[in-house]
């Protein structure tokens, strides 16, 4: 029997966001049924709704969630009712040339359910990132559902989702921080201070924080910056360069994602350093950047796509830093919202005033 929860519905391109009573069927062979306890607030969801990611509306909206398995599937195992657990949207199939070649953070067919959830009359909804968290109760493939330590608040666990992993696994995996590395970090929400909590964690000597807002900037010092730039009145690649011995930083981290932070990002880096964008941009804009200027200064130019984490390996290891004290994901919840406040904390992030709006249920 199909189950009757509240969500959160993005039914129309741009238009408020509804909480609707939806459907959510049993799980099928290789699915899990979880029951949601919190899930942040994230950007993509706003690109969702805003039709920035496809028109494949309506979207049942929320990706960034913990929550507890309720009932299981035929042939799922190693998750079973009760299990505490993190949605992840990436769920390596195990299969693919990429998993065949050792790669499962890069999976091209990641698993997600087969049975779509639907609203009363029938229609299918599209669920964001595969998930669909903004919900009393969710359906997801069992390899997105990975268990973690119970003892780790749902608010503060679910972040590790999305927001927080594709921080953090953009400075650790992806541009490769080490110990003694100056990094910058261009943007200060929930993505860039995840990237400082990274980089000061895997032993850089100097995290420059860049960002507009000084509130963002004294959240960045909490999470690990040792240096930080207000760009609203100062050039920050020069800025950088200065506290940087006039050389640039090995890693630049670009949390934005707009053509005008990656050009800077691009000009902050030491000659032969990292460039890795992180931030997600929008589908119409382009870069434009001088060949001789590539091929002169060396290093590499990475996107980073979900911190190039693999799940079931990184998501409890996170956890355990932050049940240890060494990765302070209670600092990412700015507050505490209801289903129905969701539109609202659109507006917050908009408006800068929250690292993370996140929905308990």
């Given amino acids: 029997m199909p189950h009757e929860v509240h969500a959160v519905v993005a039914a129309k391109q741009g238009a408020p966001v509804e909480l609707r009573t939806i459907l959510v069927p049993d799980p099928g062979p290789g699915e899990v049924l979880v029951a949601v306890q919190a899930c942040g607030v994230c950007h993509t969801d706003l690109h969702y709704r805003d039709g920035a990611i496809s028109d494949e509306f ?5 990706h960034e969630a913990a929550g507890v398995i309720e009932a299981v599937g035929p042939g799922v195992t190693g998750l079973a009712p009760g299990d505490y657990v993190v949605l992840a949207w990436r769920a390596p199939c195990g299969l693919c040339r990429s998993c065949r070649r050792g790669r499962p953070w890069y999976c091209f067919d990641s698993r997600n359910a087969g049975q779509p959830m639907t609203l ?12 669909g968290a903004f919900a009393e109760k969710t359906l997801v493939a069992a390899g997105q559902a990975v268990k973690v330590d119970p ?7 679910g972040l590790i989702g999305c927001g927080v992993m594709a921080g ?5 995996h992806t541009g490769g921080v080490g110990s003694g590395d100056t990094v910058a970090v261009i943007g200060c929400g929930g993505v860039g201070n995840a990237a400082i909590a990274g980089a000061s964690a895997a032993g850089a ?4 924080a860049v960002d507009l807002d000084d ?14 730039v207000n760009s609203r009145g100062t050039d920050p690649v020069e800025a950088v360069r200065a506290l940087t011995g006039g050389h640039g930083a090995d890693v630049v981290i670009d949390a934005v994602g707009r053509p005008e932070t990656y050009h800077q990002a691009f000009s902050m880096r030491d000659l ?3 460039l890795v964008q992180v931030g997600v941009p929008e589908p119409d804009m382009r870069i434009e950047l001088p060949l001789l200027d590539l091929f002169a200064r060396g290093g590499a130019l990475k996107s980073s796509w979900y911190g190039d984490c693999l799940p079931s390996r990184d998501f409890p290891v996170l956890i355990d830093r932050y049940l240890s004290g060494r990765l302070d994901l209670d600092g990412f919840v700015t507050e505490t919202i209801a289903l129905d406040e969701v ?7 908009r408006d800068g005033r929250v690292l993370r709006s996140v929905v308990v249920l």
């Fill in 272 to 274: 032969a350093g990292t």
């Fill in 120 to 131: 009363q009359d029938g229609t299918a909804l599209t669920a964001a990132l595969g998930i």
């Fill in 151 to 157: 003892n780790a608040r749902p608010e503060a666990a």
């Fill in 58 to 62: 309506p979207f049942l909206l929320g």
């Fill in 205 to 208: 000597r100097r995290v420059i």
């Fill in 215 to 228: 509130r963002k900037l004294d959240a960045a010092t909490r999470f690990g910056a040792t240096d930080t």
């Fill in 168 to 172: 953090y696994g953009a400075a650790v």
């Fill in 343 to 349: 539109e609202s904390a659109f507006d917050a992030m």
